[in-house]
């Protein structure tokens, strides 16, 4: 089943584009990659030598196209295991494979998008967007194809204006739209909606589900929000420090069952919710009444 | 539950809160405008000006050329009704007039635009040779730190050497010619550059360059999209800061080795007693100084809006 919200229109046009930006020159990325975490961990240095452990034994498997979920409290670790995948930080110890092959720094295989927006200042939004195109894409090529991401995003009527003349939410689609330019093979969103207003972020999570639809990659998404998780993730993972060991593991992992877009009031999710929110050390305030805790609903892959 | 769980309208609440602050629910309050809030006011009123398309009269070009003419007319006149009315003499303070016709002297023979000539080309070329070395050093000493920890203290050292102290050693080594005056003004134009640049490359916000890099930016490419236009406003400051310094350097040059110049024109002057043509060359370098200065702020102004 794809988006029956989506129009032909834009999820065809990106799919044209996104095959006629590849060269055979350049390492684009059409085809959704996997990610394999083998035993991540990742240690910072501390005062007097002593190290701080962040990560530990992280080992994982993610599937091309799908989207997993990285959950945990603040300060656990969930953005410095993105980071380790998009080789913007490296591991201390284990390996991480995308396709099979290691990471390189800034790995051009990944892209990402930040918890805020990080436009340069000084160019347009459209401007902006051309800064995430793969190096070398022909200057007419590439111009359509951040026209077709400036719509798909809905900012058609705001491509020539500075980023200080847009609000945060625009801001951060523009953002969204400068890391699908490269048409990356694994998409790496660090909280991306976190800074912004209830409702300006569930609408920009059915934009992600737009857009994964149009042009399915692996994402994976390191967000603090339960429901966020719940709405968009094939499946959840989430990260939590053990008692008496430094350094955050895999607590728990979830496969979210059926297909997006799901139902925001689902009773189902309700129950996992609160699951998602007893590992992350809330109270839920009550039991679960009427609920099957077993599913009938299927689970990704389909 | 709690007692505040009880209060349910809004009437309760408020009545609820007054009691606990001591009021009584009936009495109204008097309240006068805190300071803070008086001004907001009027930032609020300056906005709705904006807005209905009324430029304030601080923002109207006429008023601003008038408004900063009015200080120097203002001086121009006391200095006219000093020399006037005797109340020093004039071989302190010739008056405005004398001094007027030293310069129409000068200018009728040759003299006064050639010296005006050569030492605006002094500051022209030696600012263009000390900015553009402190651009390369202070990029250079921006982006990495080991050029920071091998020349930075180096420069700073040379940096706290007075201007003066240059000129014996320049002349014993370029003789008093044009290339040591050119060389002391691009000292003095090199160390604002340098300064800001470095300083500037070094707060380029990190996360910017951290996304240039994750998007495969990097090198040359990297400084010319993200570094460079970050600090742009801040090297145009340094440049103007520069040029001021040009003109010091440019006089103390002048002053010690030169047949001619406005420097030339000021130690000349003092040995033959000619107090109305210091004062003029004073002017001249005043204007002169300023004229650069205000070209160079256009520049800023434009810069500051295409690149922020």
Redesign the interface.
């Known amino acids: 089943m794809t988006s029956s919200r989506l129009t032909a229109g834009p999820q065809g046009a990106l799919r044209a584009v996104s095959n006629s930006a590849k060269g055979p020159e350049f390492e684009t990325t059409d085809a959704a990659l996997t990610v394999s975490f083998a035993g991540i961990g990742r240690t910072f240095p501390g005062e007097r030598g002593q190290g701080r452990s962040v990560l530990r034994d992280i080992s994982l498997d993610v599937k091309a196209g799908e989207v997993l979920a990285i959950l945990g409290t603040s300060g656990c670790g969930k953005s410095t295991l993105l980071r380790i995948a998009?080789g913007?930080d490296s591991a201390t110890t284990g390996d991480i494979l995308i396709d099979g092959r290691p990471v390189t720094p800034?790995d051009?295989r990944t892209?990402?998008g930040?918890q805020?927006p990080?436009l340069?200042?000084?160019r347009s939004v459209a401007d902006n967007v051309a800064?995430?195109l793969?190096?070398g894409t022909p200057k007419t090529e590439g111009a359509a194809r951040v026209a077709n991401l400036i719509d798909l995003v809905g900012l058609g009527a705001f491509a020539g204006h500075r980023p200080r003349q847009i609000s945060g939410g625009m801001a951060q689609r523009a953002s969204l739209a400068?890391a699908l330019a490269?048409n990356p093979g694994v998409l790496l969103l660090d909280e991306p909606f976190g800074a912004l207003d209830a409702l300006t972020r569930l609408k920009m999570q059915d934009l992600l589900l737009d857009v994964h639809a149009a042009a399915p990659t692996t994402v994976l998404l390191v967000t603090h929000d339960v429901d966020e998780a719940l709405q968009l993730a094939d499946r959840i993972i989430l990260l939590g420090r053990k008692d008496g060991e430094e350094g955050s593991s895999i607590a728990q992992e979830i496969v979210v069952p059926g297909h997006r877009p799901r139902d925001r009031g689902s009773a189902e999710l309700a129950e996992l919710r609160g699951r998602l929110l007893a590992g992350l050390g809330i109270d839920r305030h009550g039991e679960a009444r009427g609920v099957e805790k077993t599913t009938a609903m299927p689970t990704f892959p389909y | 539950m709690t007692h505040t769980d009880k209060l349910t309208t809004a009437d309760e609440v408020r009545a609820g809160v007054a009691s606990s602050a001591g009021l009584s629910s009936e009495q109204p309050v008097a309240v006068r405008a805190r300071p803070s809030v008086a001004a907001r006011t009027e930032a609020s009123a300056r906005r709705e000006d904006s807005a209905r398309g009324r430029v304030p009269l601080t923002r109207r070009t006429w008023f601003v050329i008038v408004g900063g003419s009015l200080l120097p007319l203002l001086l121009l006149a006391i200095w006219q009704a000093v020399t006037a009315l005797g109340l020093v003499s004039a071989s302190q303070l010739p008056s405005p007039a004398s001094v007027w016709t030293a310069g129409v002297d000068l200018l009728q023979r040759g003299l006064l635009g050639q010296y005006a000539a050569i030492s605006t080309q002094r500051v022209l070329i030696g600012f263009a040779i000390g900015a553009l070395l402190g651009l390369i050093l202070g990029a250079i000493v921006g982006l990495s730190r080991l050029a920071d920890i091998l020349i930075a203290p180096t420069l700073g050292a040379i940096r706290a050497v007075p201007s003066l102290a240059w000129i014996p050693l320049l002349i014993l080594w370029l003789k008093i010619g044009e290339e040591s005056k050119i060389t002391l003004i691009a000292i003095g134009a090199f160390f604002p550059v340098y300064t800001t640049v470095s300083a500037a490359l070094r707060h380029v916000d990190r996360q910017l360059v951290e996304a240039g890099r994750a998007f495969g930016y990097n090198g040359v490419r990297l400084f010319s999209t993200v570094q460079l236009p970050a600090v742009l406003p801040s090297v145009v400051s340094g440049l103007r800061l520069a040029l001021a310094q040009s003109w010091l350097f440019l006089v103390a040059a002048e002053l010690i080795a030169s047949s001619m110049g406005l420097g030339f024109l000021l130690i000349d002057s003092q040995n033959n007693g000619r107090i109305d043509r210091i004062i003029l060359a004073i002017i001249l370098l005043a204007v002169l100084g300023k004229v650069t200065d205000s070209l160079v702020g256009l520049f800023e102004r434009w810069v500051n809006k295409r690149w922020s």
């Open positions: 998009g913007l800034f051009a892209a990402v930040f805020e990080r340069l200042p000084w800064l995430g793969v190096r400068r490269r």
